[in-house]
């Protein structure tokens, strides 16, 4: 999640946010891309480790009250994306721009995942599977119709930077269509049963090692091959580092396979390590970890906040907030500063919010509420 939290500094404050991509080979630096490519990561283990918190809360359950919390988690998932993360995001109490992004695509896939929970779980691994390995192949079906697929397939699989109007002065924007990340999801659900206590810790790190080592292998094979997999292919840079830069560069919108199966395989990696550390260790970073949902609300108002005040304090008034900036209306082209800026910003911001997380997961440890499940 602090990792994540990095990216959202940098669309705020890095002086080049505004006008040019990161991972623009042509322009970027090697720090600035992996500034950038470093948070690649953070959205997928997100959405996995979701379908494996839904495993483990649904052991307590009955199918029918698991059924029945899924559904109602994810509405209230995509209720919070459009009330709360938008107003955090754009500080708009109109709601000119409605902007669905990760937390829409944890919710539906909830909704999804609450539907089918009365399935077989090796099935809804083989789900998950297939979602993954194949959804690339609808890639054919937008390329043969120009990229001109309607709003119910951008919702589904192939998404839309574009405003798409749905009331006058009203727009909303589809950064995650939902059907990879519910791909994910159900991964997550399917190997659920592997961190029960039941399983011996020494076959959950078995697993993941060689199934995170499984994607990750897939990934490279099928990145070397360069055809399917991933829309945008890598090619030869001006050096062998930015060729290297080019290799890795995957597609996030939608999450691609290649993109998923490095992802995924190196977060399996890691829990397998993770899995040997005592639980002490890391305890700075655990705090957060722990209240992820109650932390990604507060970061995101938090860096909004210090944007609005630096904008005011550099001189800028209402006449600079031009609405073409969705959502960043408060920041305009000139503004901002350099990685080092970007990156002492980010460590304010996660020492600021440490002792209110840290307070939340104390008081969540403390008190049996059922609304603490929401939250």
């Keep these: 999640m602090i990792i994540?939290?990095?990216d959202h500094v940098r669309d705020y404050f890095h002086q080049t946010a505004s006008i040019d991509s990161p991972t623009n080979l042509l322009t970027t630096t090697p720090l600035l891309f992996f500034t950038r490519w470093i948070t690649h990561f953070c959205a997928p283990t997100f959405v996995f480790l979701a379908g494996i918190s839904a495993y483990l809360s649904g052991q307590k359950k009955t199918t029918r009250d698991q059924s029945v919390f899924l559904l109602k988690r994810g509405l209230w998932l995509i209720f919070i994306e459009v009330a709360i993360v938008t107003l955090g995001w754009t500080f708009d109490p109109l709601y000119h721009v409605l902007i669905l992004q990760v937390i829409w695509a944890i919710g539906i896939s909830m909704?999804?995942?609450g539907i089918m929970v009365w399935l077989p779980v090796n099935f809804i691994l083989c789900c998950g599977l297939l979602i993954i390995c194949f959804h690339n192949l609808l890639d054919q079906a937008e390329i043969s119709r120009n990229g001109h697929v309607g709003i119910l397939w951008d919702l589904i699989h192939h998404g839309n930077f574009q405003a798409i109007k749905y009331a006058p002065k009203h727009i909303f924007l589809l950064i995650y269509p939902f059907l990879p990340w519910t791909g994910i999801m159900l991964l997550g659900y399917g190997m659920g049963k592997i961190f029960t206590n039941n399983f011996s810790p020494k076959g959950r790190r078995k697993i993941l090692f060689i199934t995170g080592t499984v994607f990750f292998l897939g990934f490279f094979i099928l990145r070397s091959y360069n055809h399917y997999?991933?829309?945008?292919?890598?090619?030869i840079q001006k050096t062998q580092l930015f060729s290297w830069l080019s290799f890795i560069n995957l597609t996030k919108y939608p999450p691609s396979l290649n993109y998923i199966a490095l992802t995924?395989?190196?977060?399996?990696?890691?829990?397998?390590?993770?899995?040997r550390v005592s639980g002490s260790s890391f305890a700075f970073i655990k705090v957060f970890g722990r209240v992820p949902f109650f932390?990604?609300?507060?970061h995101i108002y938090l860096i909004h906040t210090l944007t609005v005040i630096l904008f005011f304090m550099q001189g800028y008034t209402e006449k600079d907030m031009a609405p073409q900036r969705i959502p960043f209306y408060f920041r305009p082209d000139q503004f901002g500063f350099g990685l080092a800026g970007v990156y002492l910003i980010w460590l304010a911001v996660i020492l600021i919010l440490f002792p209110f997380c840290k307070?939340?997961?104390?008081?969540?440890?403390?008190?049996?509420?059922?609304w603490l499940s929401y939250i």
């Excluded at 997999?229 to 090619?235: N, R």
């Excluded at 932390?295 to 507060?298: D, E, M, Q, R, S």
């Design 264 to 275: 995924i395989g190196v977060a399996m990696i890691v829990l397998g390590l993770l899995d």
């Design 4 to 6: 994540m939290a990095l």
């Design 359 to 370: 307070w939340y997961d104390e008081y969540k440890t403390t008190h049996k509420k059922w």
């Design 295 to 298: 932390f990604y609300i507060l």
């Design 111 to 113: 909704v999804i995942l």
């Design 229 to 235: 997999g991933d829309p945008a292919h890598w090619d």
